[in-house]
């Protein structure tokens, strides 16, 4: 079977300054050169100390950005479009996060998220998608309905080799920055769904190849164990990836 490289994603949010992002570049600098072959390390800073944060760090860490705009540039003030991200030299954009998707002011729905996916893969990124269910809907036994619901959305727009370019990010929400992680059971199982959905909506290969990491509260301490499921393939990491610990959560390949 296909082995899956590991990915590890740090989400620094609307976090950091100028002080803390060289802090914080330099702190991960300092740790062991990543292998390009076991693993994958991407972080997303607030887009406006991106190129920063690339100038400051070693170049086996992949920079992203955190959202784009849905299309082609334009008359869109304040957006950043895919194109953008892409020509300074970013090969990641997360999209879809729980914050995009339920914060009231932002309110991106299933579509939304979709087209901003299609646009950003046409551009030639790579795009970190995040799905994941409330605490409400695991409590009604829907998990495994919306983070279907989710994907559908996003497989009605790409293309079946487009796939490739797709890491997913299974994020409950009620795990983000809440400190209470997903047990390795309820982990695995919304991963092993959510792989058999992609056997099922877009093949063999794209079940075997594609990336599934876990978010919610992952730190230095919980990460080996879930780091061992089979169907986990790495982390999308908050809170801890402001810190230099957020190198013991990419050794957890190991
Ligand atoms: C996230 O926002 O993607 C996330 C997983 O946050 P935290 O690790 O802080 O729960």
Not at 103 to 116: G, H
Not at 163 to 177: L, S
Not at 184 to 200: P, T
């Amino acid at each position: 079977s296909m082995k899956r490289k590991f990915f590890v994603g740090g989400n620094w949010k609307c976090n950091g300054s100028m002080h803390s992002i060289k802090e914080l570049c330099e702190a991960l600098n300092a740790g062991e050169r990543l292998e390009s072959s076991a693993v994958e390390v991407m972080v997303a800073p607030p887009a406006l100390y991106a190129s920063y944060a690339r100038s400051l760090l070693r170049d086996d860490f992949a920079v992203g950005l955190q959202n784009c705009w849905i299309g082609k540039p334009g008359a869109f003030t304040g957006e950043i479009a895919a194109d953008m991200i892409r020509d300074a030299g970013f090969p990641y954009v997360i999209l879809g996060h729980s914050e995009r998707r339920h914060i009231p002011e932002l309110r991106e729905n299933d579509q939304t998220v979709a087209r901003k996916t299609r646009y950003a893969i046409e551009q030639g990124l790579a795009v970190v998608l995040c799905i994941g269910e409330l605490l409400e809907e695991r409590q009604a036994g829907k998990t495994r309905e919306v983070n279907e619901r989710q994907l559908n959305a996003v497989k009605e727009v790409l293309s079946d080799e487009d796939w490739r370019r797709v890491v997913i990010a299974y994020e409950p929400v009620w795990a983000i920055g809440t400190g209470q992680v997903a047990t390795v059971e309820q982990a695995e199982q919304a991963h092993a769904e959510i792989r058999s959905w992609l056997e099922k909506q877009v093949g063999s290969t794209a079940a075997a190849e594609t990336r599934i990491l876990y978010g919610g509260s992952v730190t230095a301490d919980n990460c080996d164990e879930l780091a061992k499921q089979p169907d986990v393939d790495g982390f999308l990491v908050g809170g801890a990836s402001l810190k230099p610990a957020f190198l013991d959560i990419v050794r957890s390949h190991k």
